[in-house]
């Protein structure tokens, strides 16, 4: 069996500790470097879905089991905006909690509101709407703490759409129990649902946008499980398959305190038991993806390359 991880911000999450399985998985892989991309890049890239804007909406849908058609579908997920020095500073939902049963509302009201555009929920902080081609192919994680720039031919529909929340009674309970209101969406990964091609039996991921690739691909599709080894309990002995562990992609966007405690769940949940499963033979290969390091990064490791004692282990922030 071939077990592949891609981990978006591994060699970004500094600090002075070891983590001595990721670091022997590292030091007796065999190495080889690209072209440093975003994780939606190396999807897009690995799944084979063509250029262009990375069809997120129209993946989430098919995640969801729904046939999007010909048409164009965007991601349309929640964000909060905070007026600071006079600029609108863009607050993802993963800076926030939100229940479904707000997001489902919600989405009712723009749907009341918008005849034809067809707002959904996948998850409480992931959404999509049917909308036509737009530029952004960003998640609003990767725009967290920045201002707000608004395409001009974008401004009339948000406008509208902050209108239709911002007098929600979801949002009017939020700012009563002092929590951020949802007060309007960040609109991304327009495109069609595209023809994909996957190496892999498997995928496991929490984006359902990666699951809806998967599907497309014909690959089975799995909600990231909480450890490797719920993880191989569920594999067959041989195949193909990957997980995507982005744990670390939203405390590293926030600045948040949580990275190290998120660097060493990673290490005694994923690494550590596929170094095990490696030795005991249970797995014949592991393949570490980081996409997003100063330049690409990936590392194979089979049972035999534990043997290179003389490659020691370093610590991570070599890497970087």
Same mark, same amino acid.
């Given at each position: 069996?071939?077990?592949?991880?891609v981990v978006?911000?591994?060699?970004?999450?500094?600090?002075?500790?070891?983590?001595?399985?990721?670091?022997?998985?590292? $030091?007796?892989?065999?190495?080889? =470097?690209?072209?440093?991309?975003?994780?939606e890049?190396w999807?897009?890239?690995?799944?084979?879905? /063509?250029?262009?804007?990375?069809?997120?909406? $129209?993946?989430?849908?098919?995640?969801?089991?729904?046939?999007?058609?010909?048409?164009?579908?965007?991601?349309?997920?929640p964000?909060?905006?905070?007026?600071?020095? *006079?600029?609108?500073?863009?607050?993802?939902?993963?800076?926030?909690?939100?229940?479904a049963?707000?997001?489902?509302?919600?989405?009712?009201?723009?749907?009341?509101?918008?005849?034809?555009?067809?707002f959904?929920?996948?998850?409480?902080?992931?959404?999509?709407?049917?909308?036509?081609?737009?530029? *952004? /192919?960003?998640? =609003?994680?990767?725009?967290?703490?920045?201002?707000?720039?608004?395409?001009?031919?974008?401004?009339p529909?948000?406008?509208?759409?902050?209108?239709?929340?911002h007098?929600?009674?979801?949002?009017?309970?939020?700012?009563?129990?002092? *929590?951020?209101?949802?007060?309007? #969406?960040?609109?991304?990964?327009?495109?069609?649902?595209?023809?994909?091609?996957?190496?892999?039996q498997?995928?496991?991921?929490?984006?359902?946008a990666?699951?809806?690739?998967?599907r497309?691909?014909? $690959?089975?599709?799995?909600?990231?499980?909480?450890?490797?080894?719920?993880?191989?309990e569920?594999?067959?002995?041989?195949?193909?398959?990957?997980?995507?562990?982005?744990?670390?992609?939203?405390?590293?966007?926030?600045?948040?305190?949580?990275?190290?405690?998120?660097?060493?769940? #990673?290490? @005694?949940?994923?690494f550590?038991?596929?170094?095990?499963?490696? @030795?005991?033979?249970?797995?014949?290969?592991?393949?570490?993806?980081?996409?997003?390091?100063?330049?690409?990064?990936?590392?194979?490791?089979?049972?035999?390359?534990?043997?290179?004692?003389?490659? @020691?282990?370093?610590?991570?922030?070599?890497? /970087?």
């Open positions: 069996m071939h077990c592949e991880l978006p911000g591994l060699f970004a999450s500094g600090g002075t500790s070891r983590f001595a399985a990721l670091e022997l998985l590292l $030091a007796r892989g065999r190495r080889s =470097a690209g072209e440093a991309k975003a994780l890049c999807v897009q890239e690995a799944f084979e879905l /063509g250029e262009g804007v990375y069809p997120a909406g $129209a993946l989430t849908l098919v995640a969801q089991g729904i046939d999007p058609g010909a048409d164009s579908w965007a991601r349309a997920d964000v909060h905006l905070r007026v600071m020095d *006079e600029r609108l500073i863009v607050l993802p939902a993963e800076t926030f909690a939100l229940r049963e707000e997001s489902r509302a919600l989405c009712e009201a723009l749907n009341a509101h918008f005849a034809g555009m067809e959904g929920m996948a998850q409480p902080r992931r959404w999509y709407v049917k909308l036509g081609q737009i530029e *952004e /192919g960003r998640p =609003a994680l990767d725009a967290a703490g920045t201002a707000l720039e608004l395409p001009k031919q974008m401004a529909l948000l406008n509208e759409i902050q209108m239709v929340l007098f929600h009674p979801v949002n009017e309970a939020r700012e009563a129990r002092g *929590e951020p209101p949802v007060n309007s #969406l960040w609109l991304w990964g327009a495109g069609r649902a595209p023809r994909t091609r996957a190496p892999w498997s995928v496991a991921a929490d984006d359902p990666v699951l809806g690739a998967a497309l691909a014909n $690959a089975r599709q799995r909600a990231l499980p909480r450890s490797a080894g719920e993880w191989l569920r594999l067959p002995e041989d195949g193909r398959h990957l997980a995507v562990l982005d744990a670390l992609r939203a405390p590293l966007a926030l600045a948040a305190d949580t990275v190290q405690n998120e660097m060493q769940a #990673l290490e @005694r949940d994923w550590a038991p596929l170094l095990a499963a490696l @030795r005991r033979g249970r797995i014949g290969m592991v393949t570490l993806h980081v996409p997003d390091a100063a330049e690409a990064l990936s590392f194979e490791i089979i049972r035999g390359d534990l043997r290179r004692f003389w490659r @020691r282990p370093r610590s991570i922030k070599n890497y /970087g």
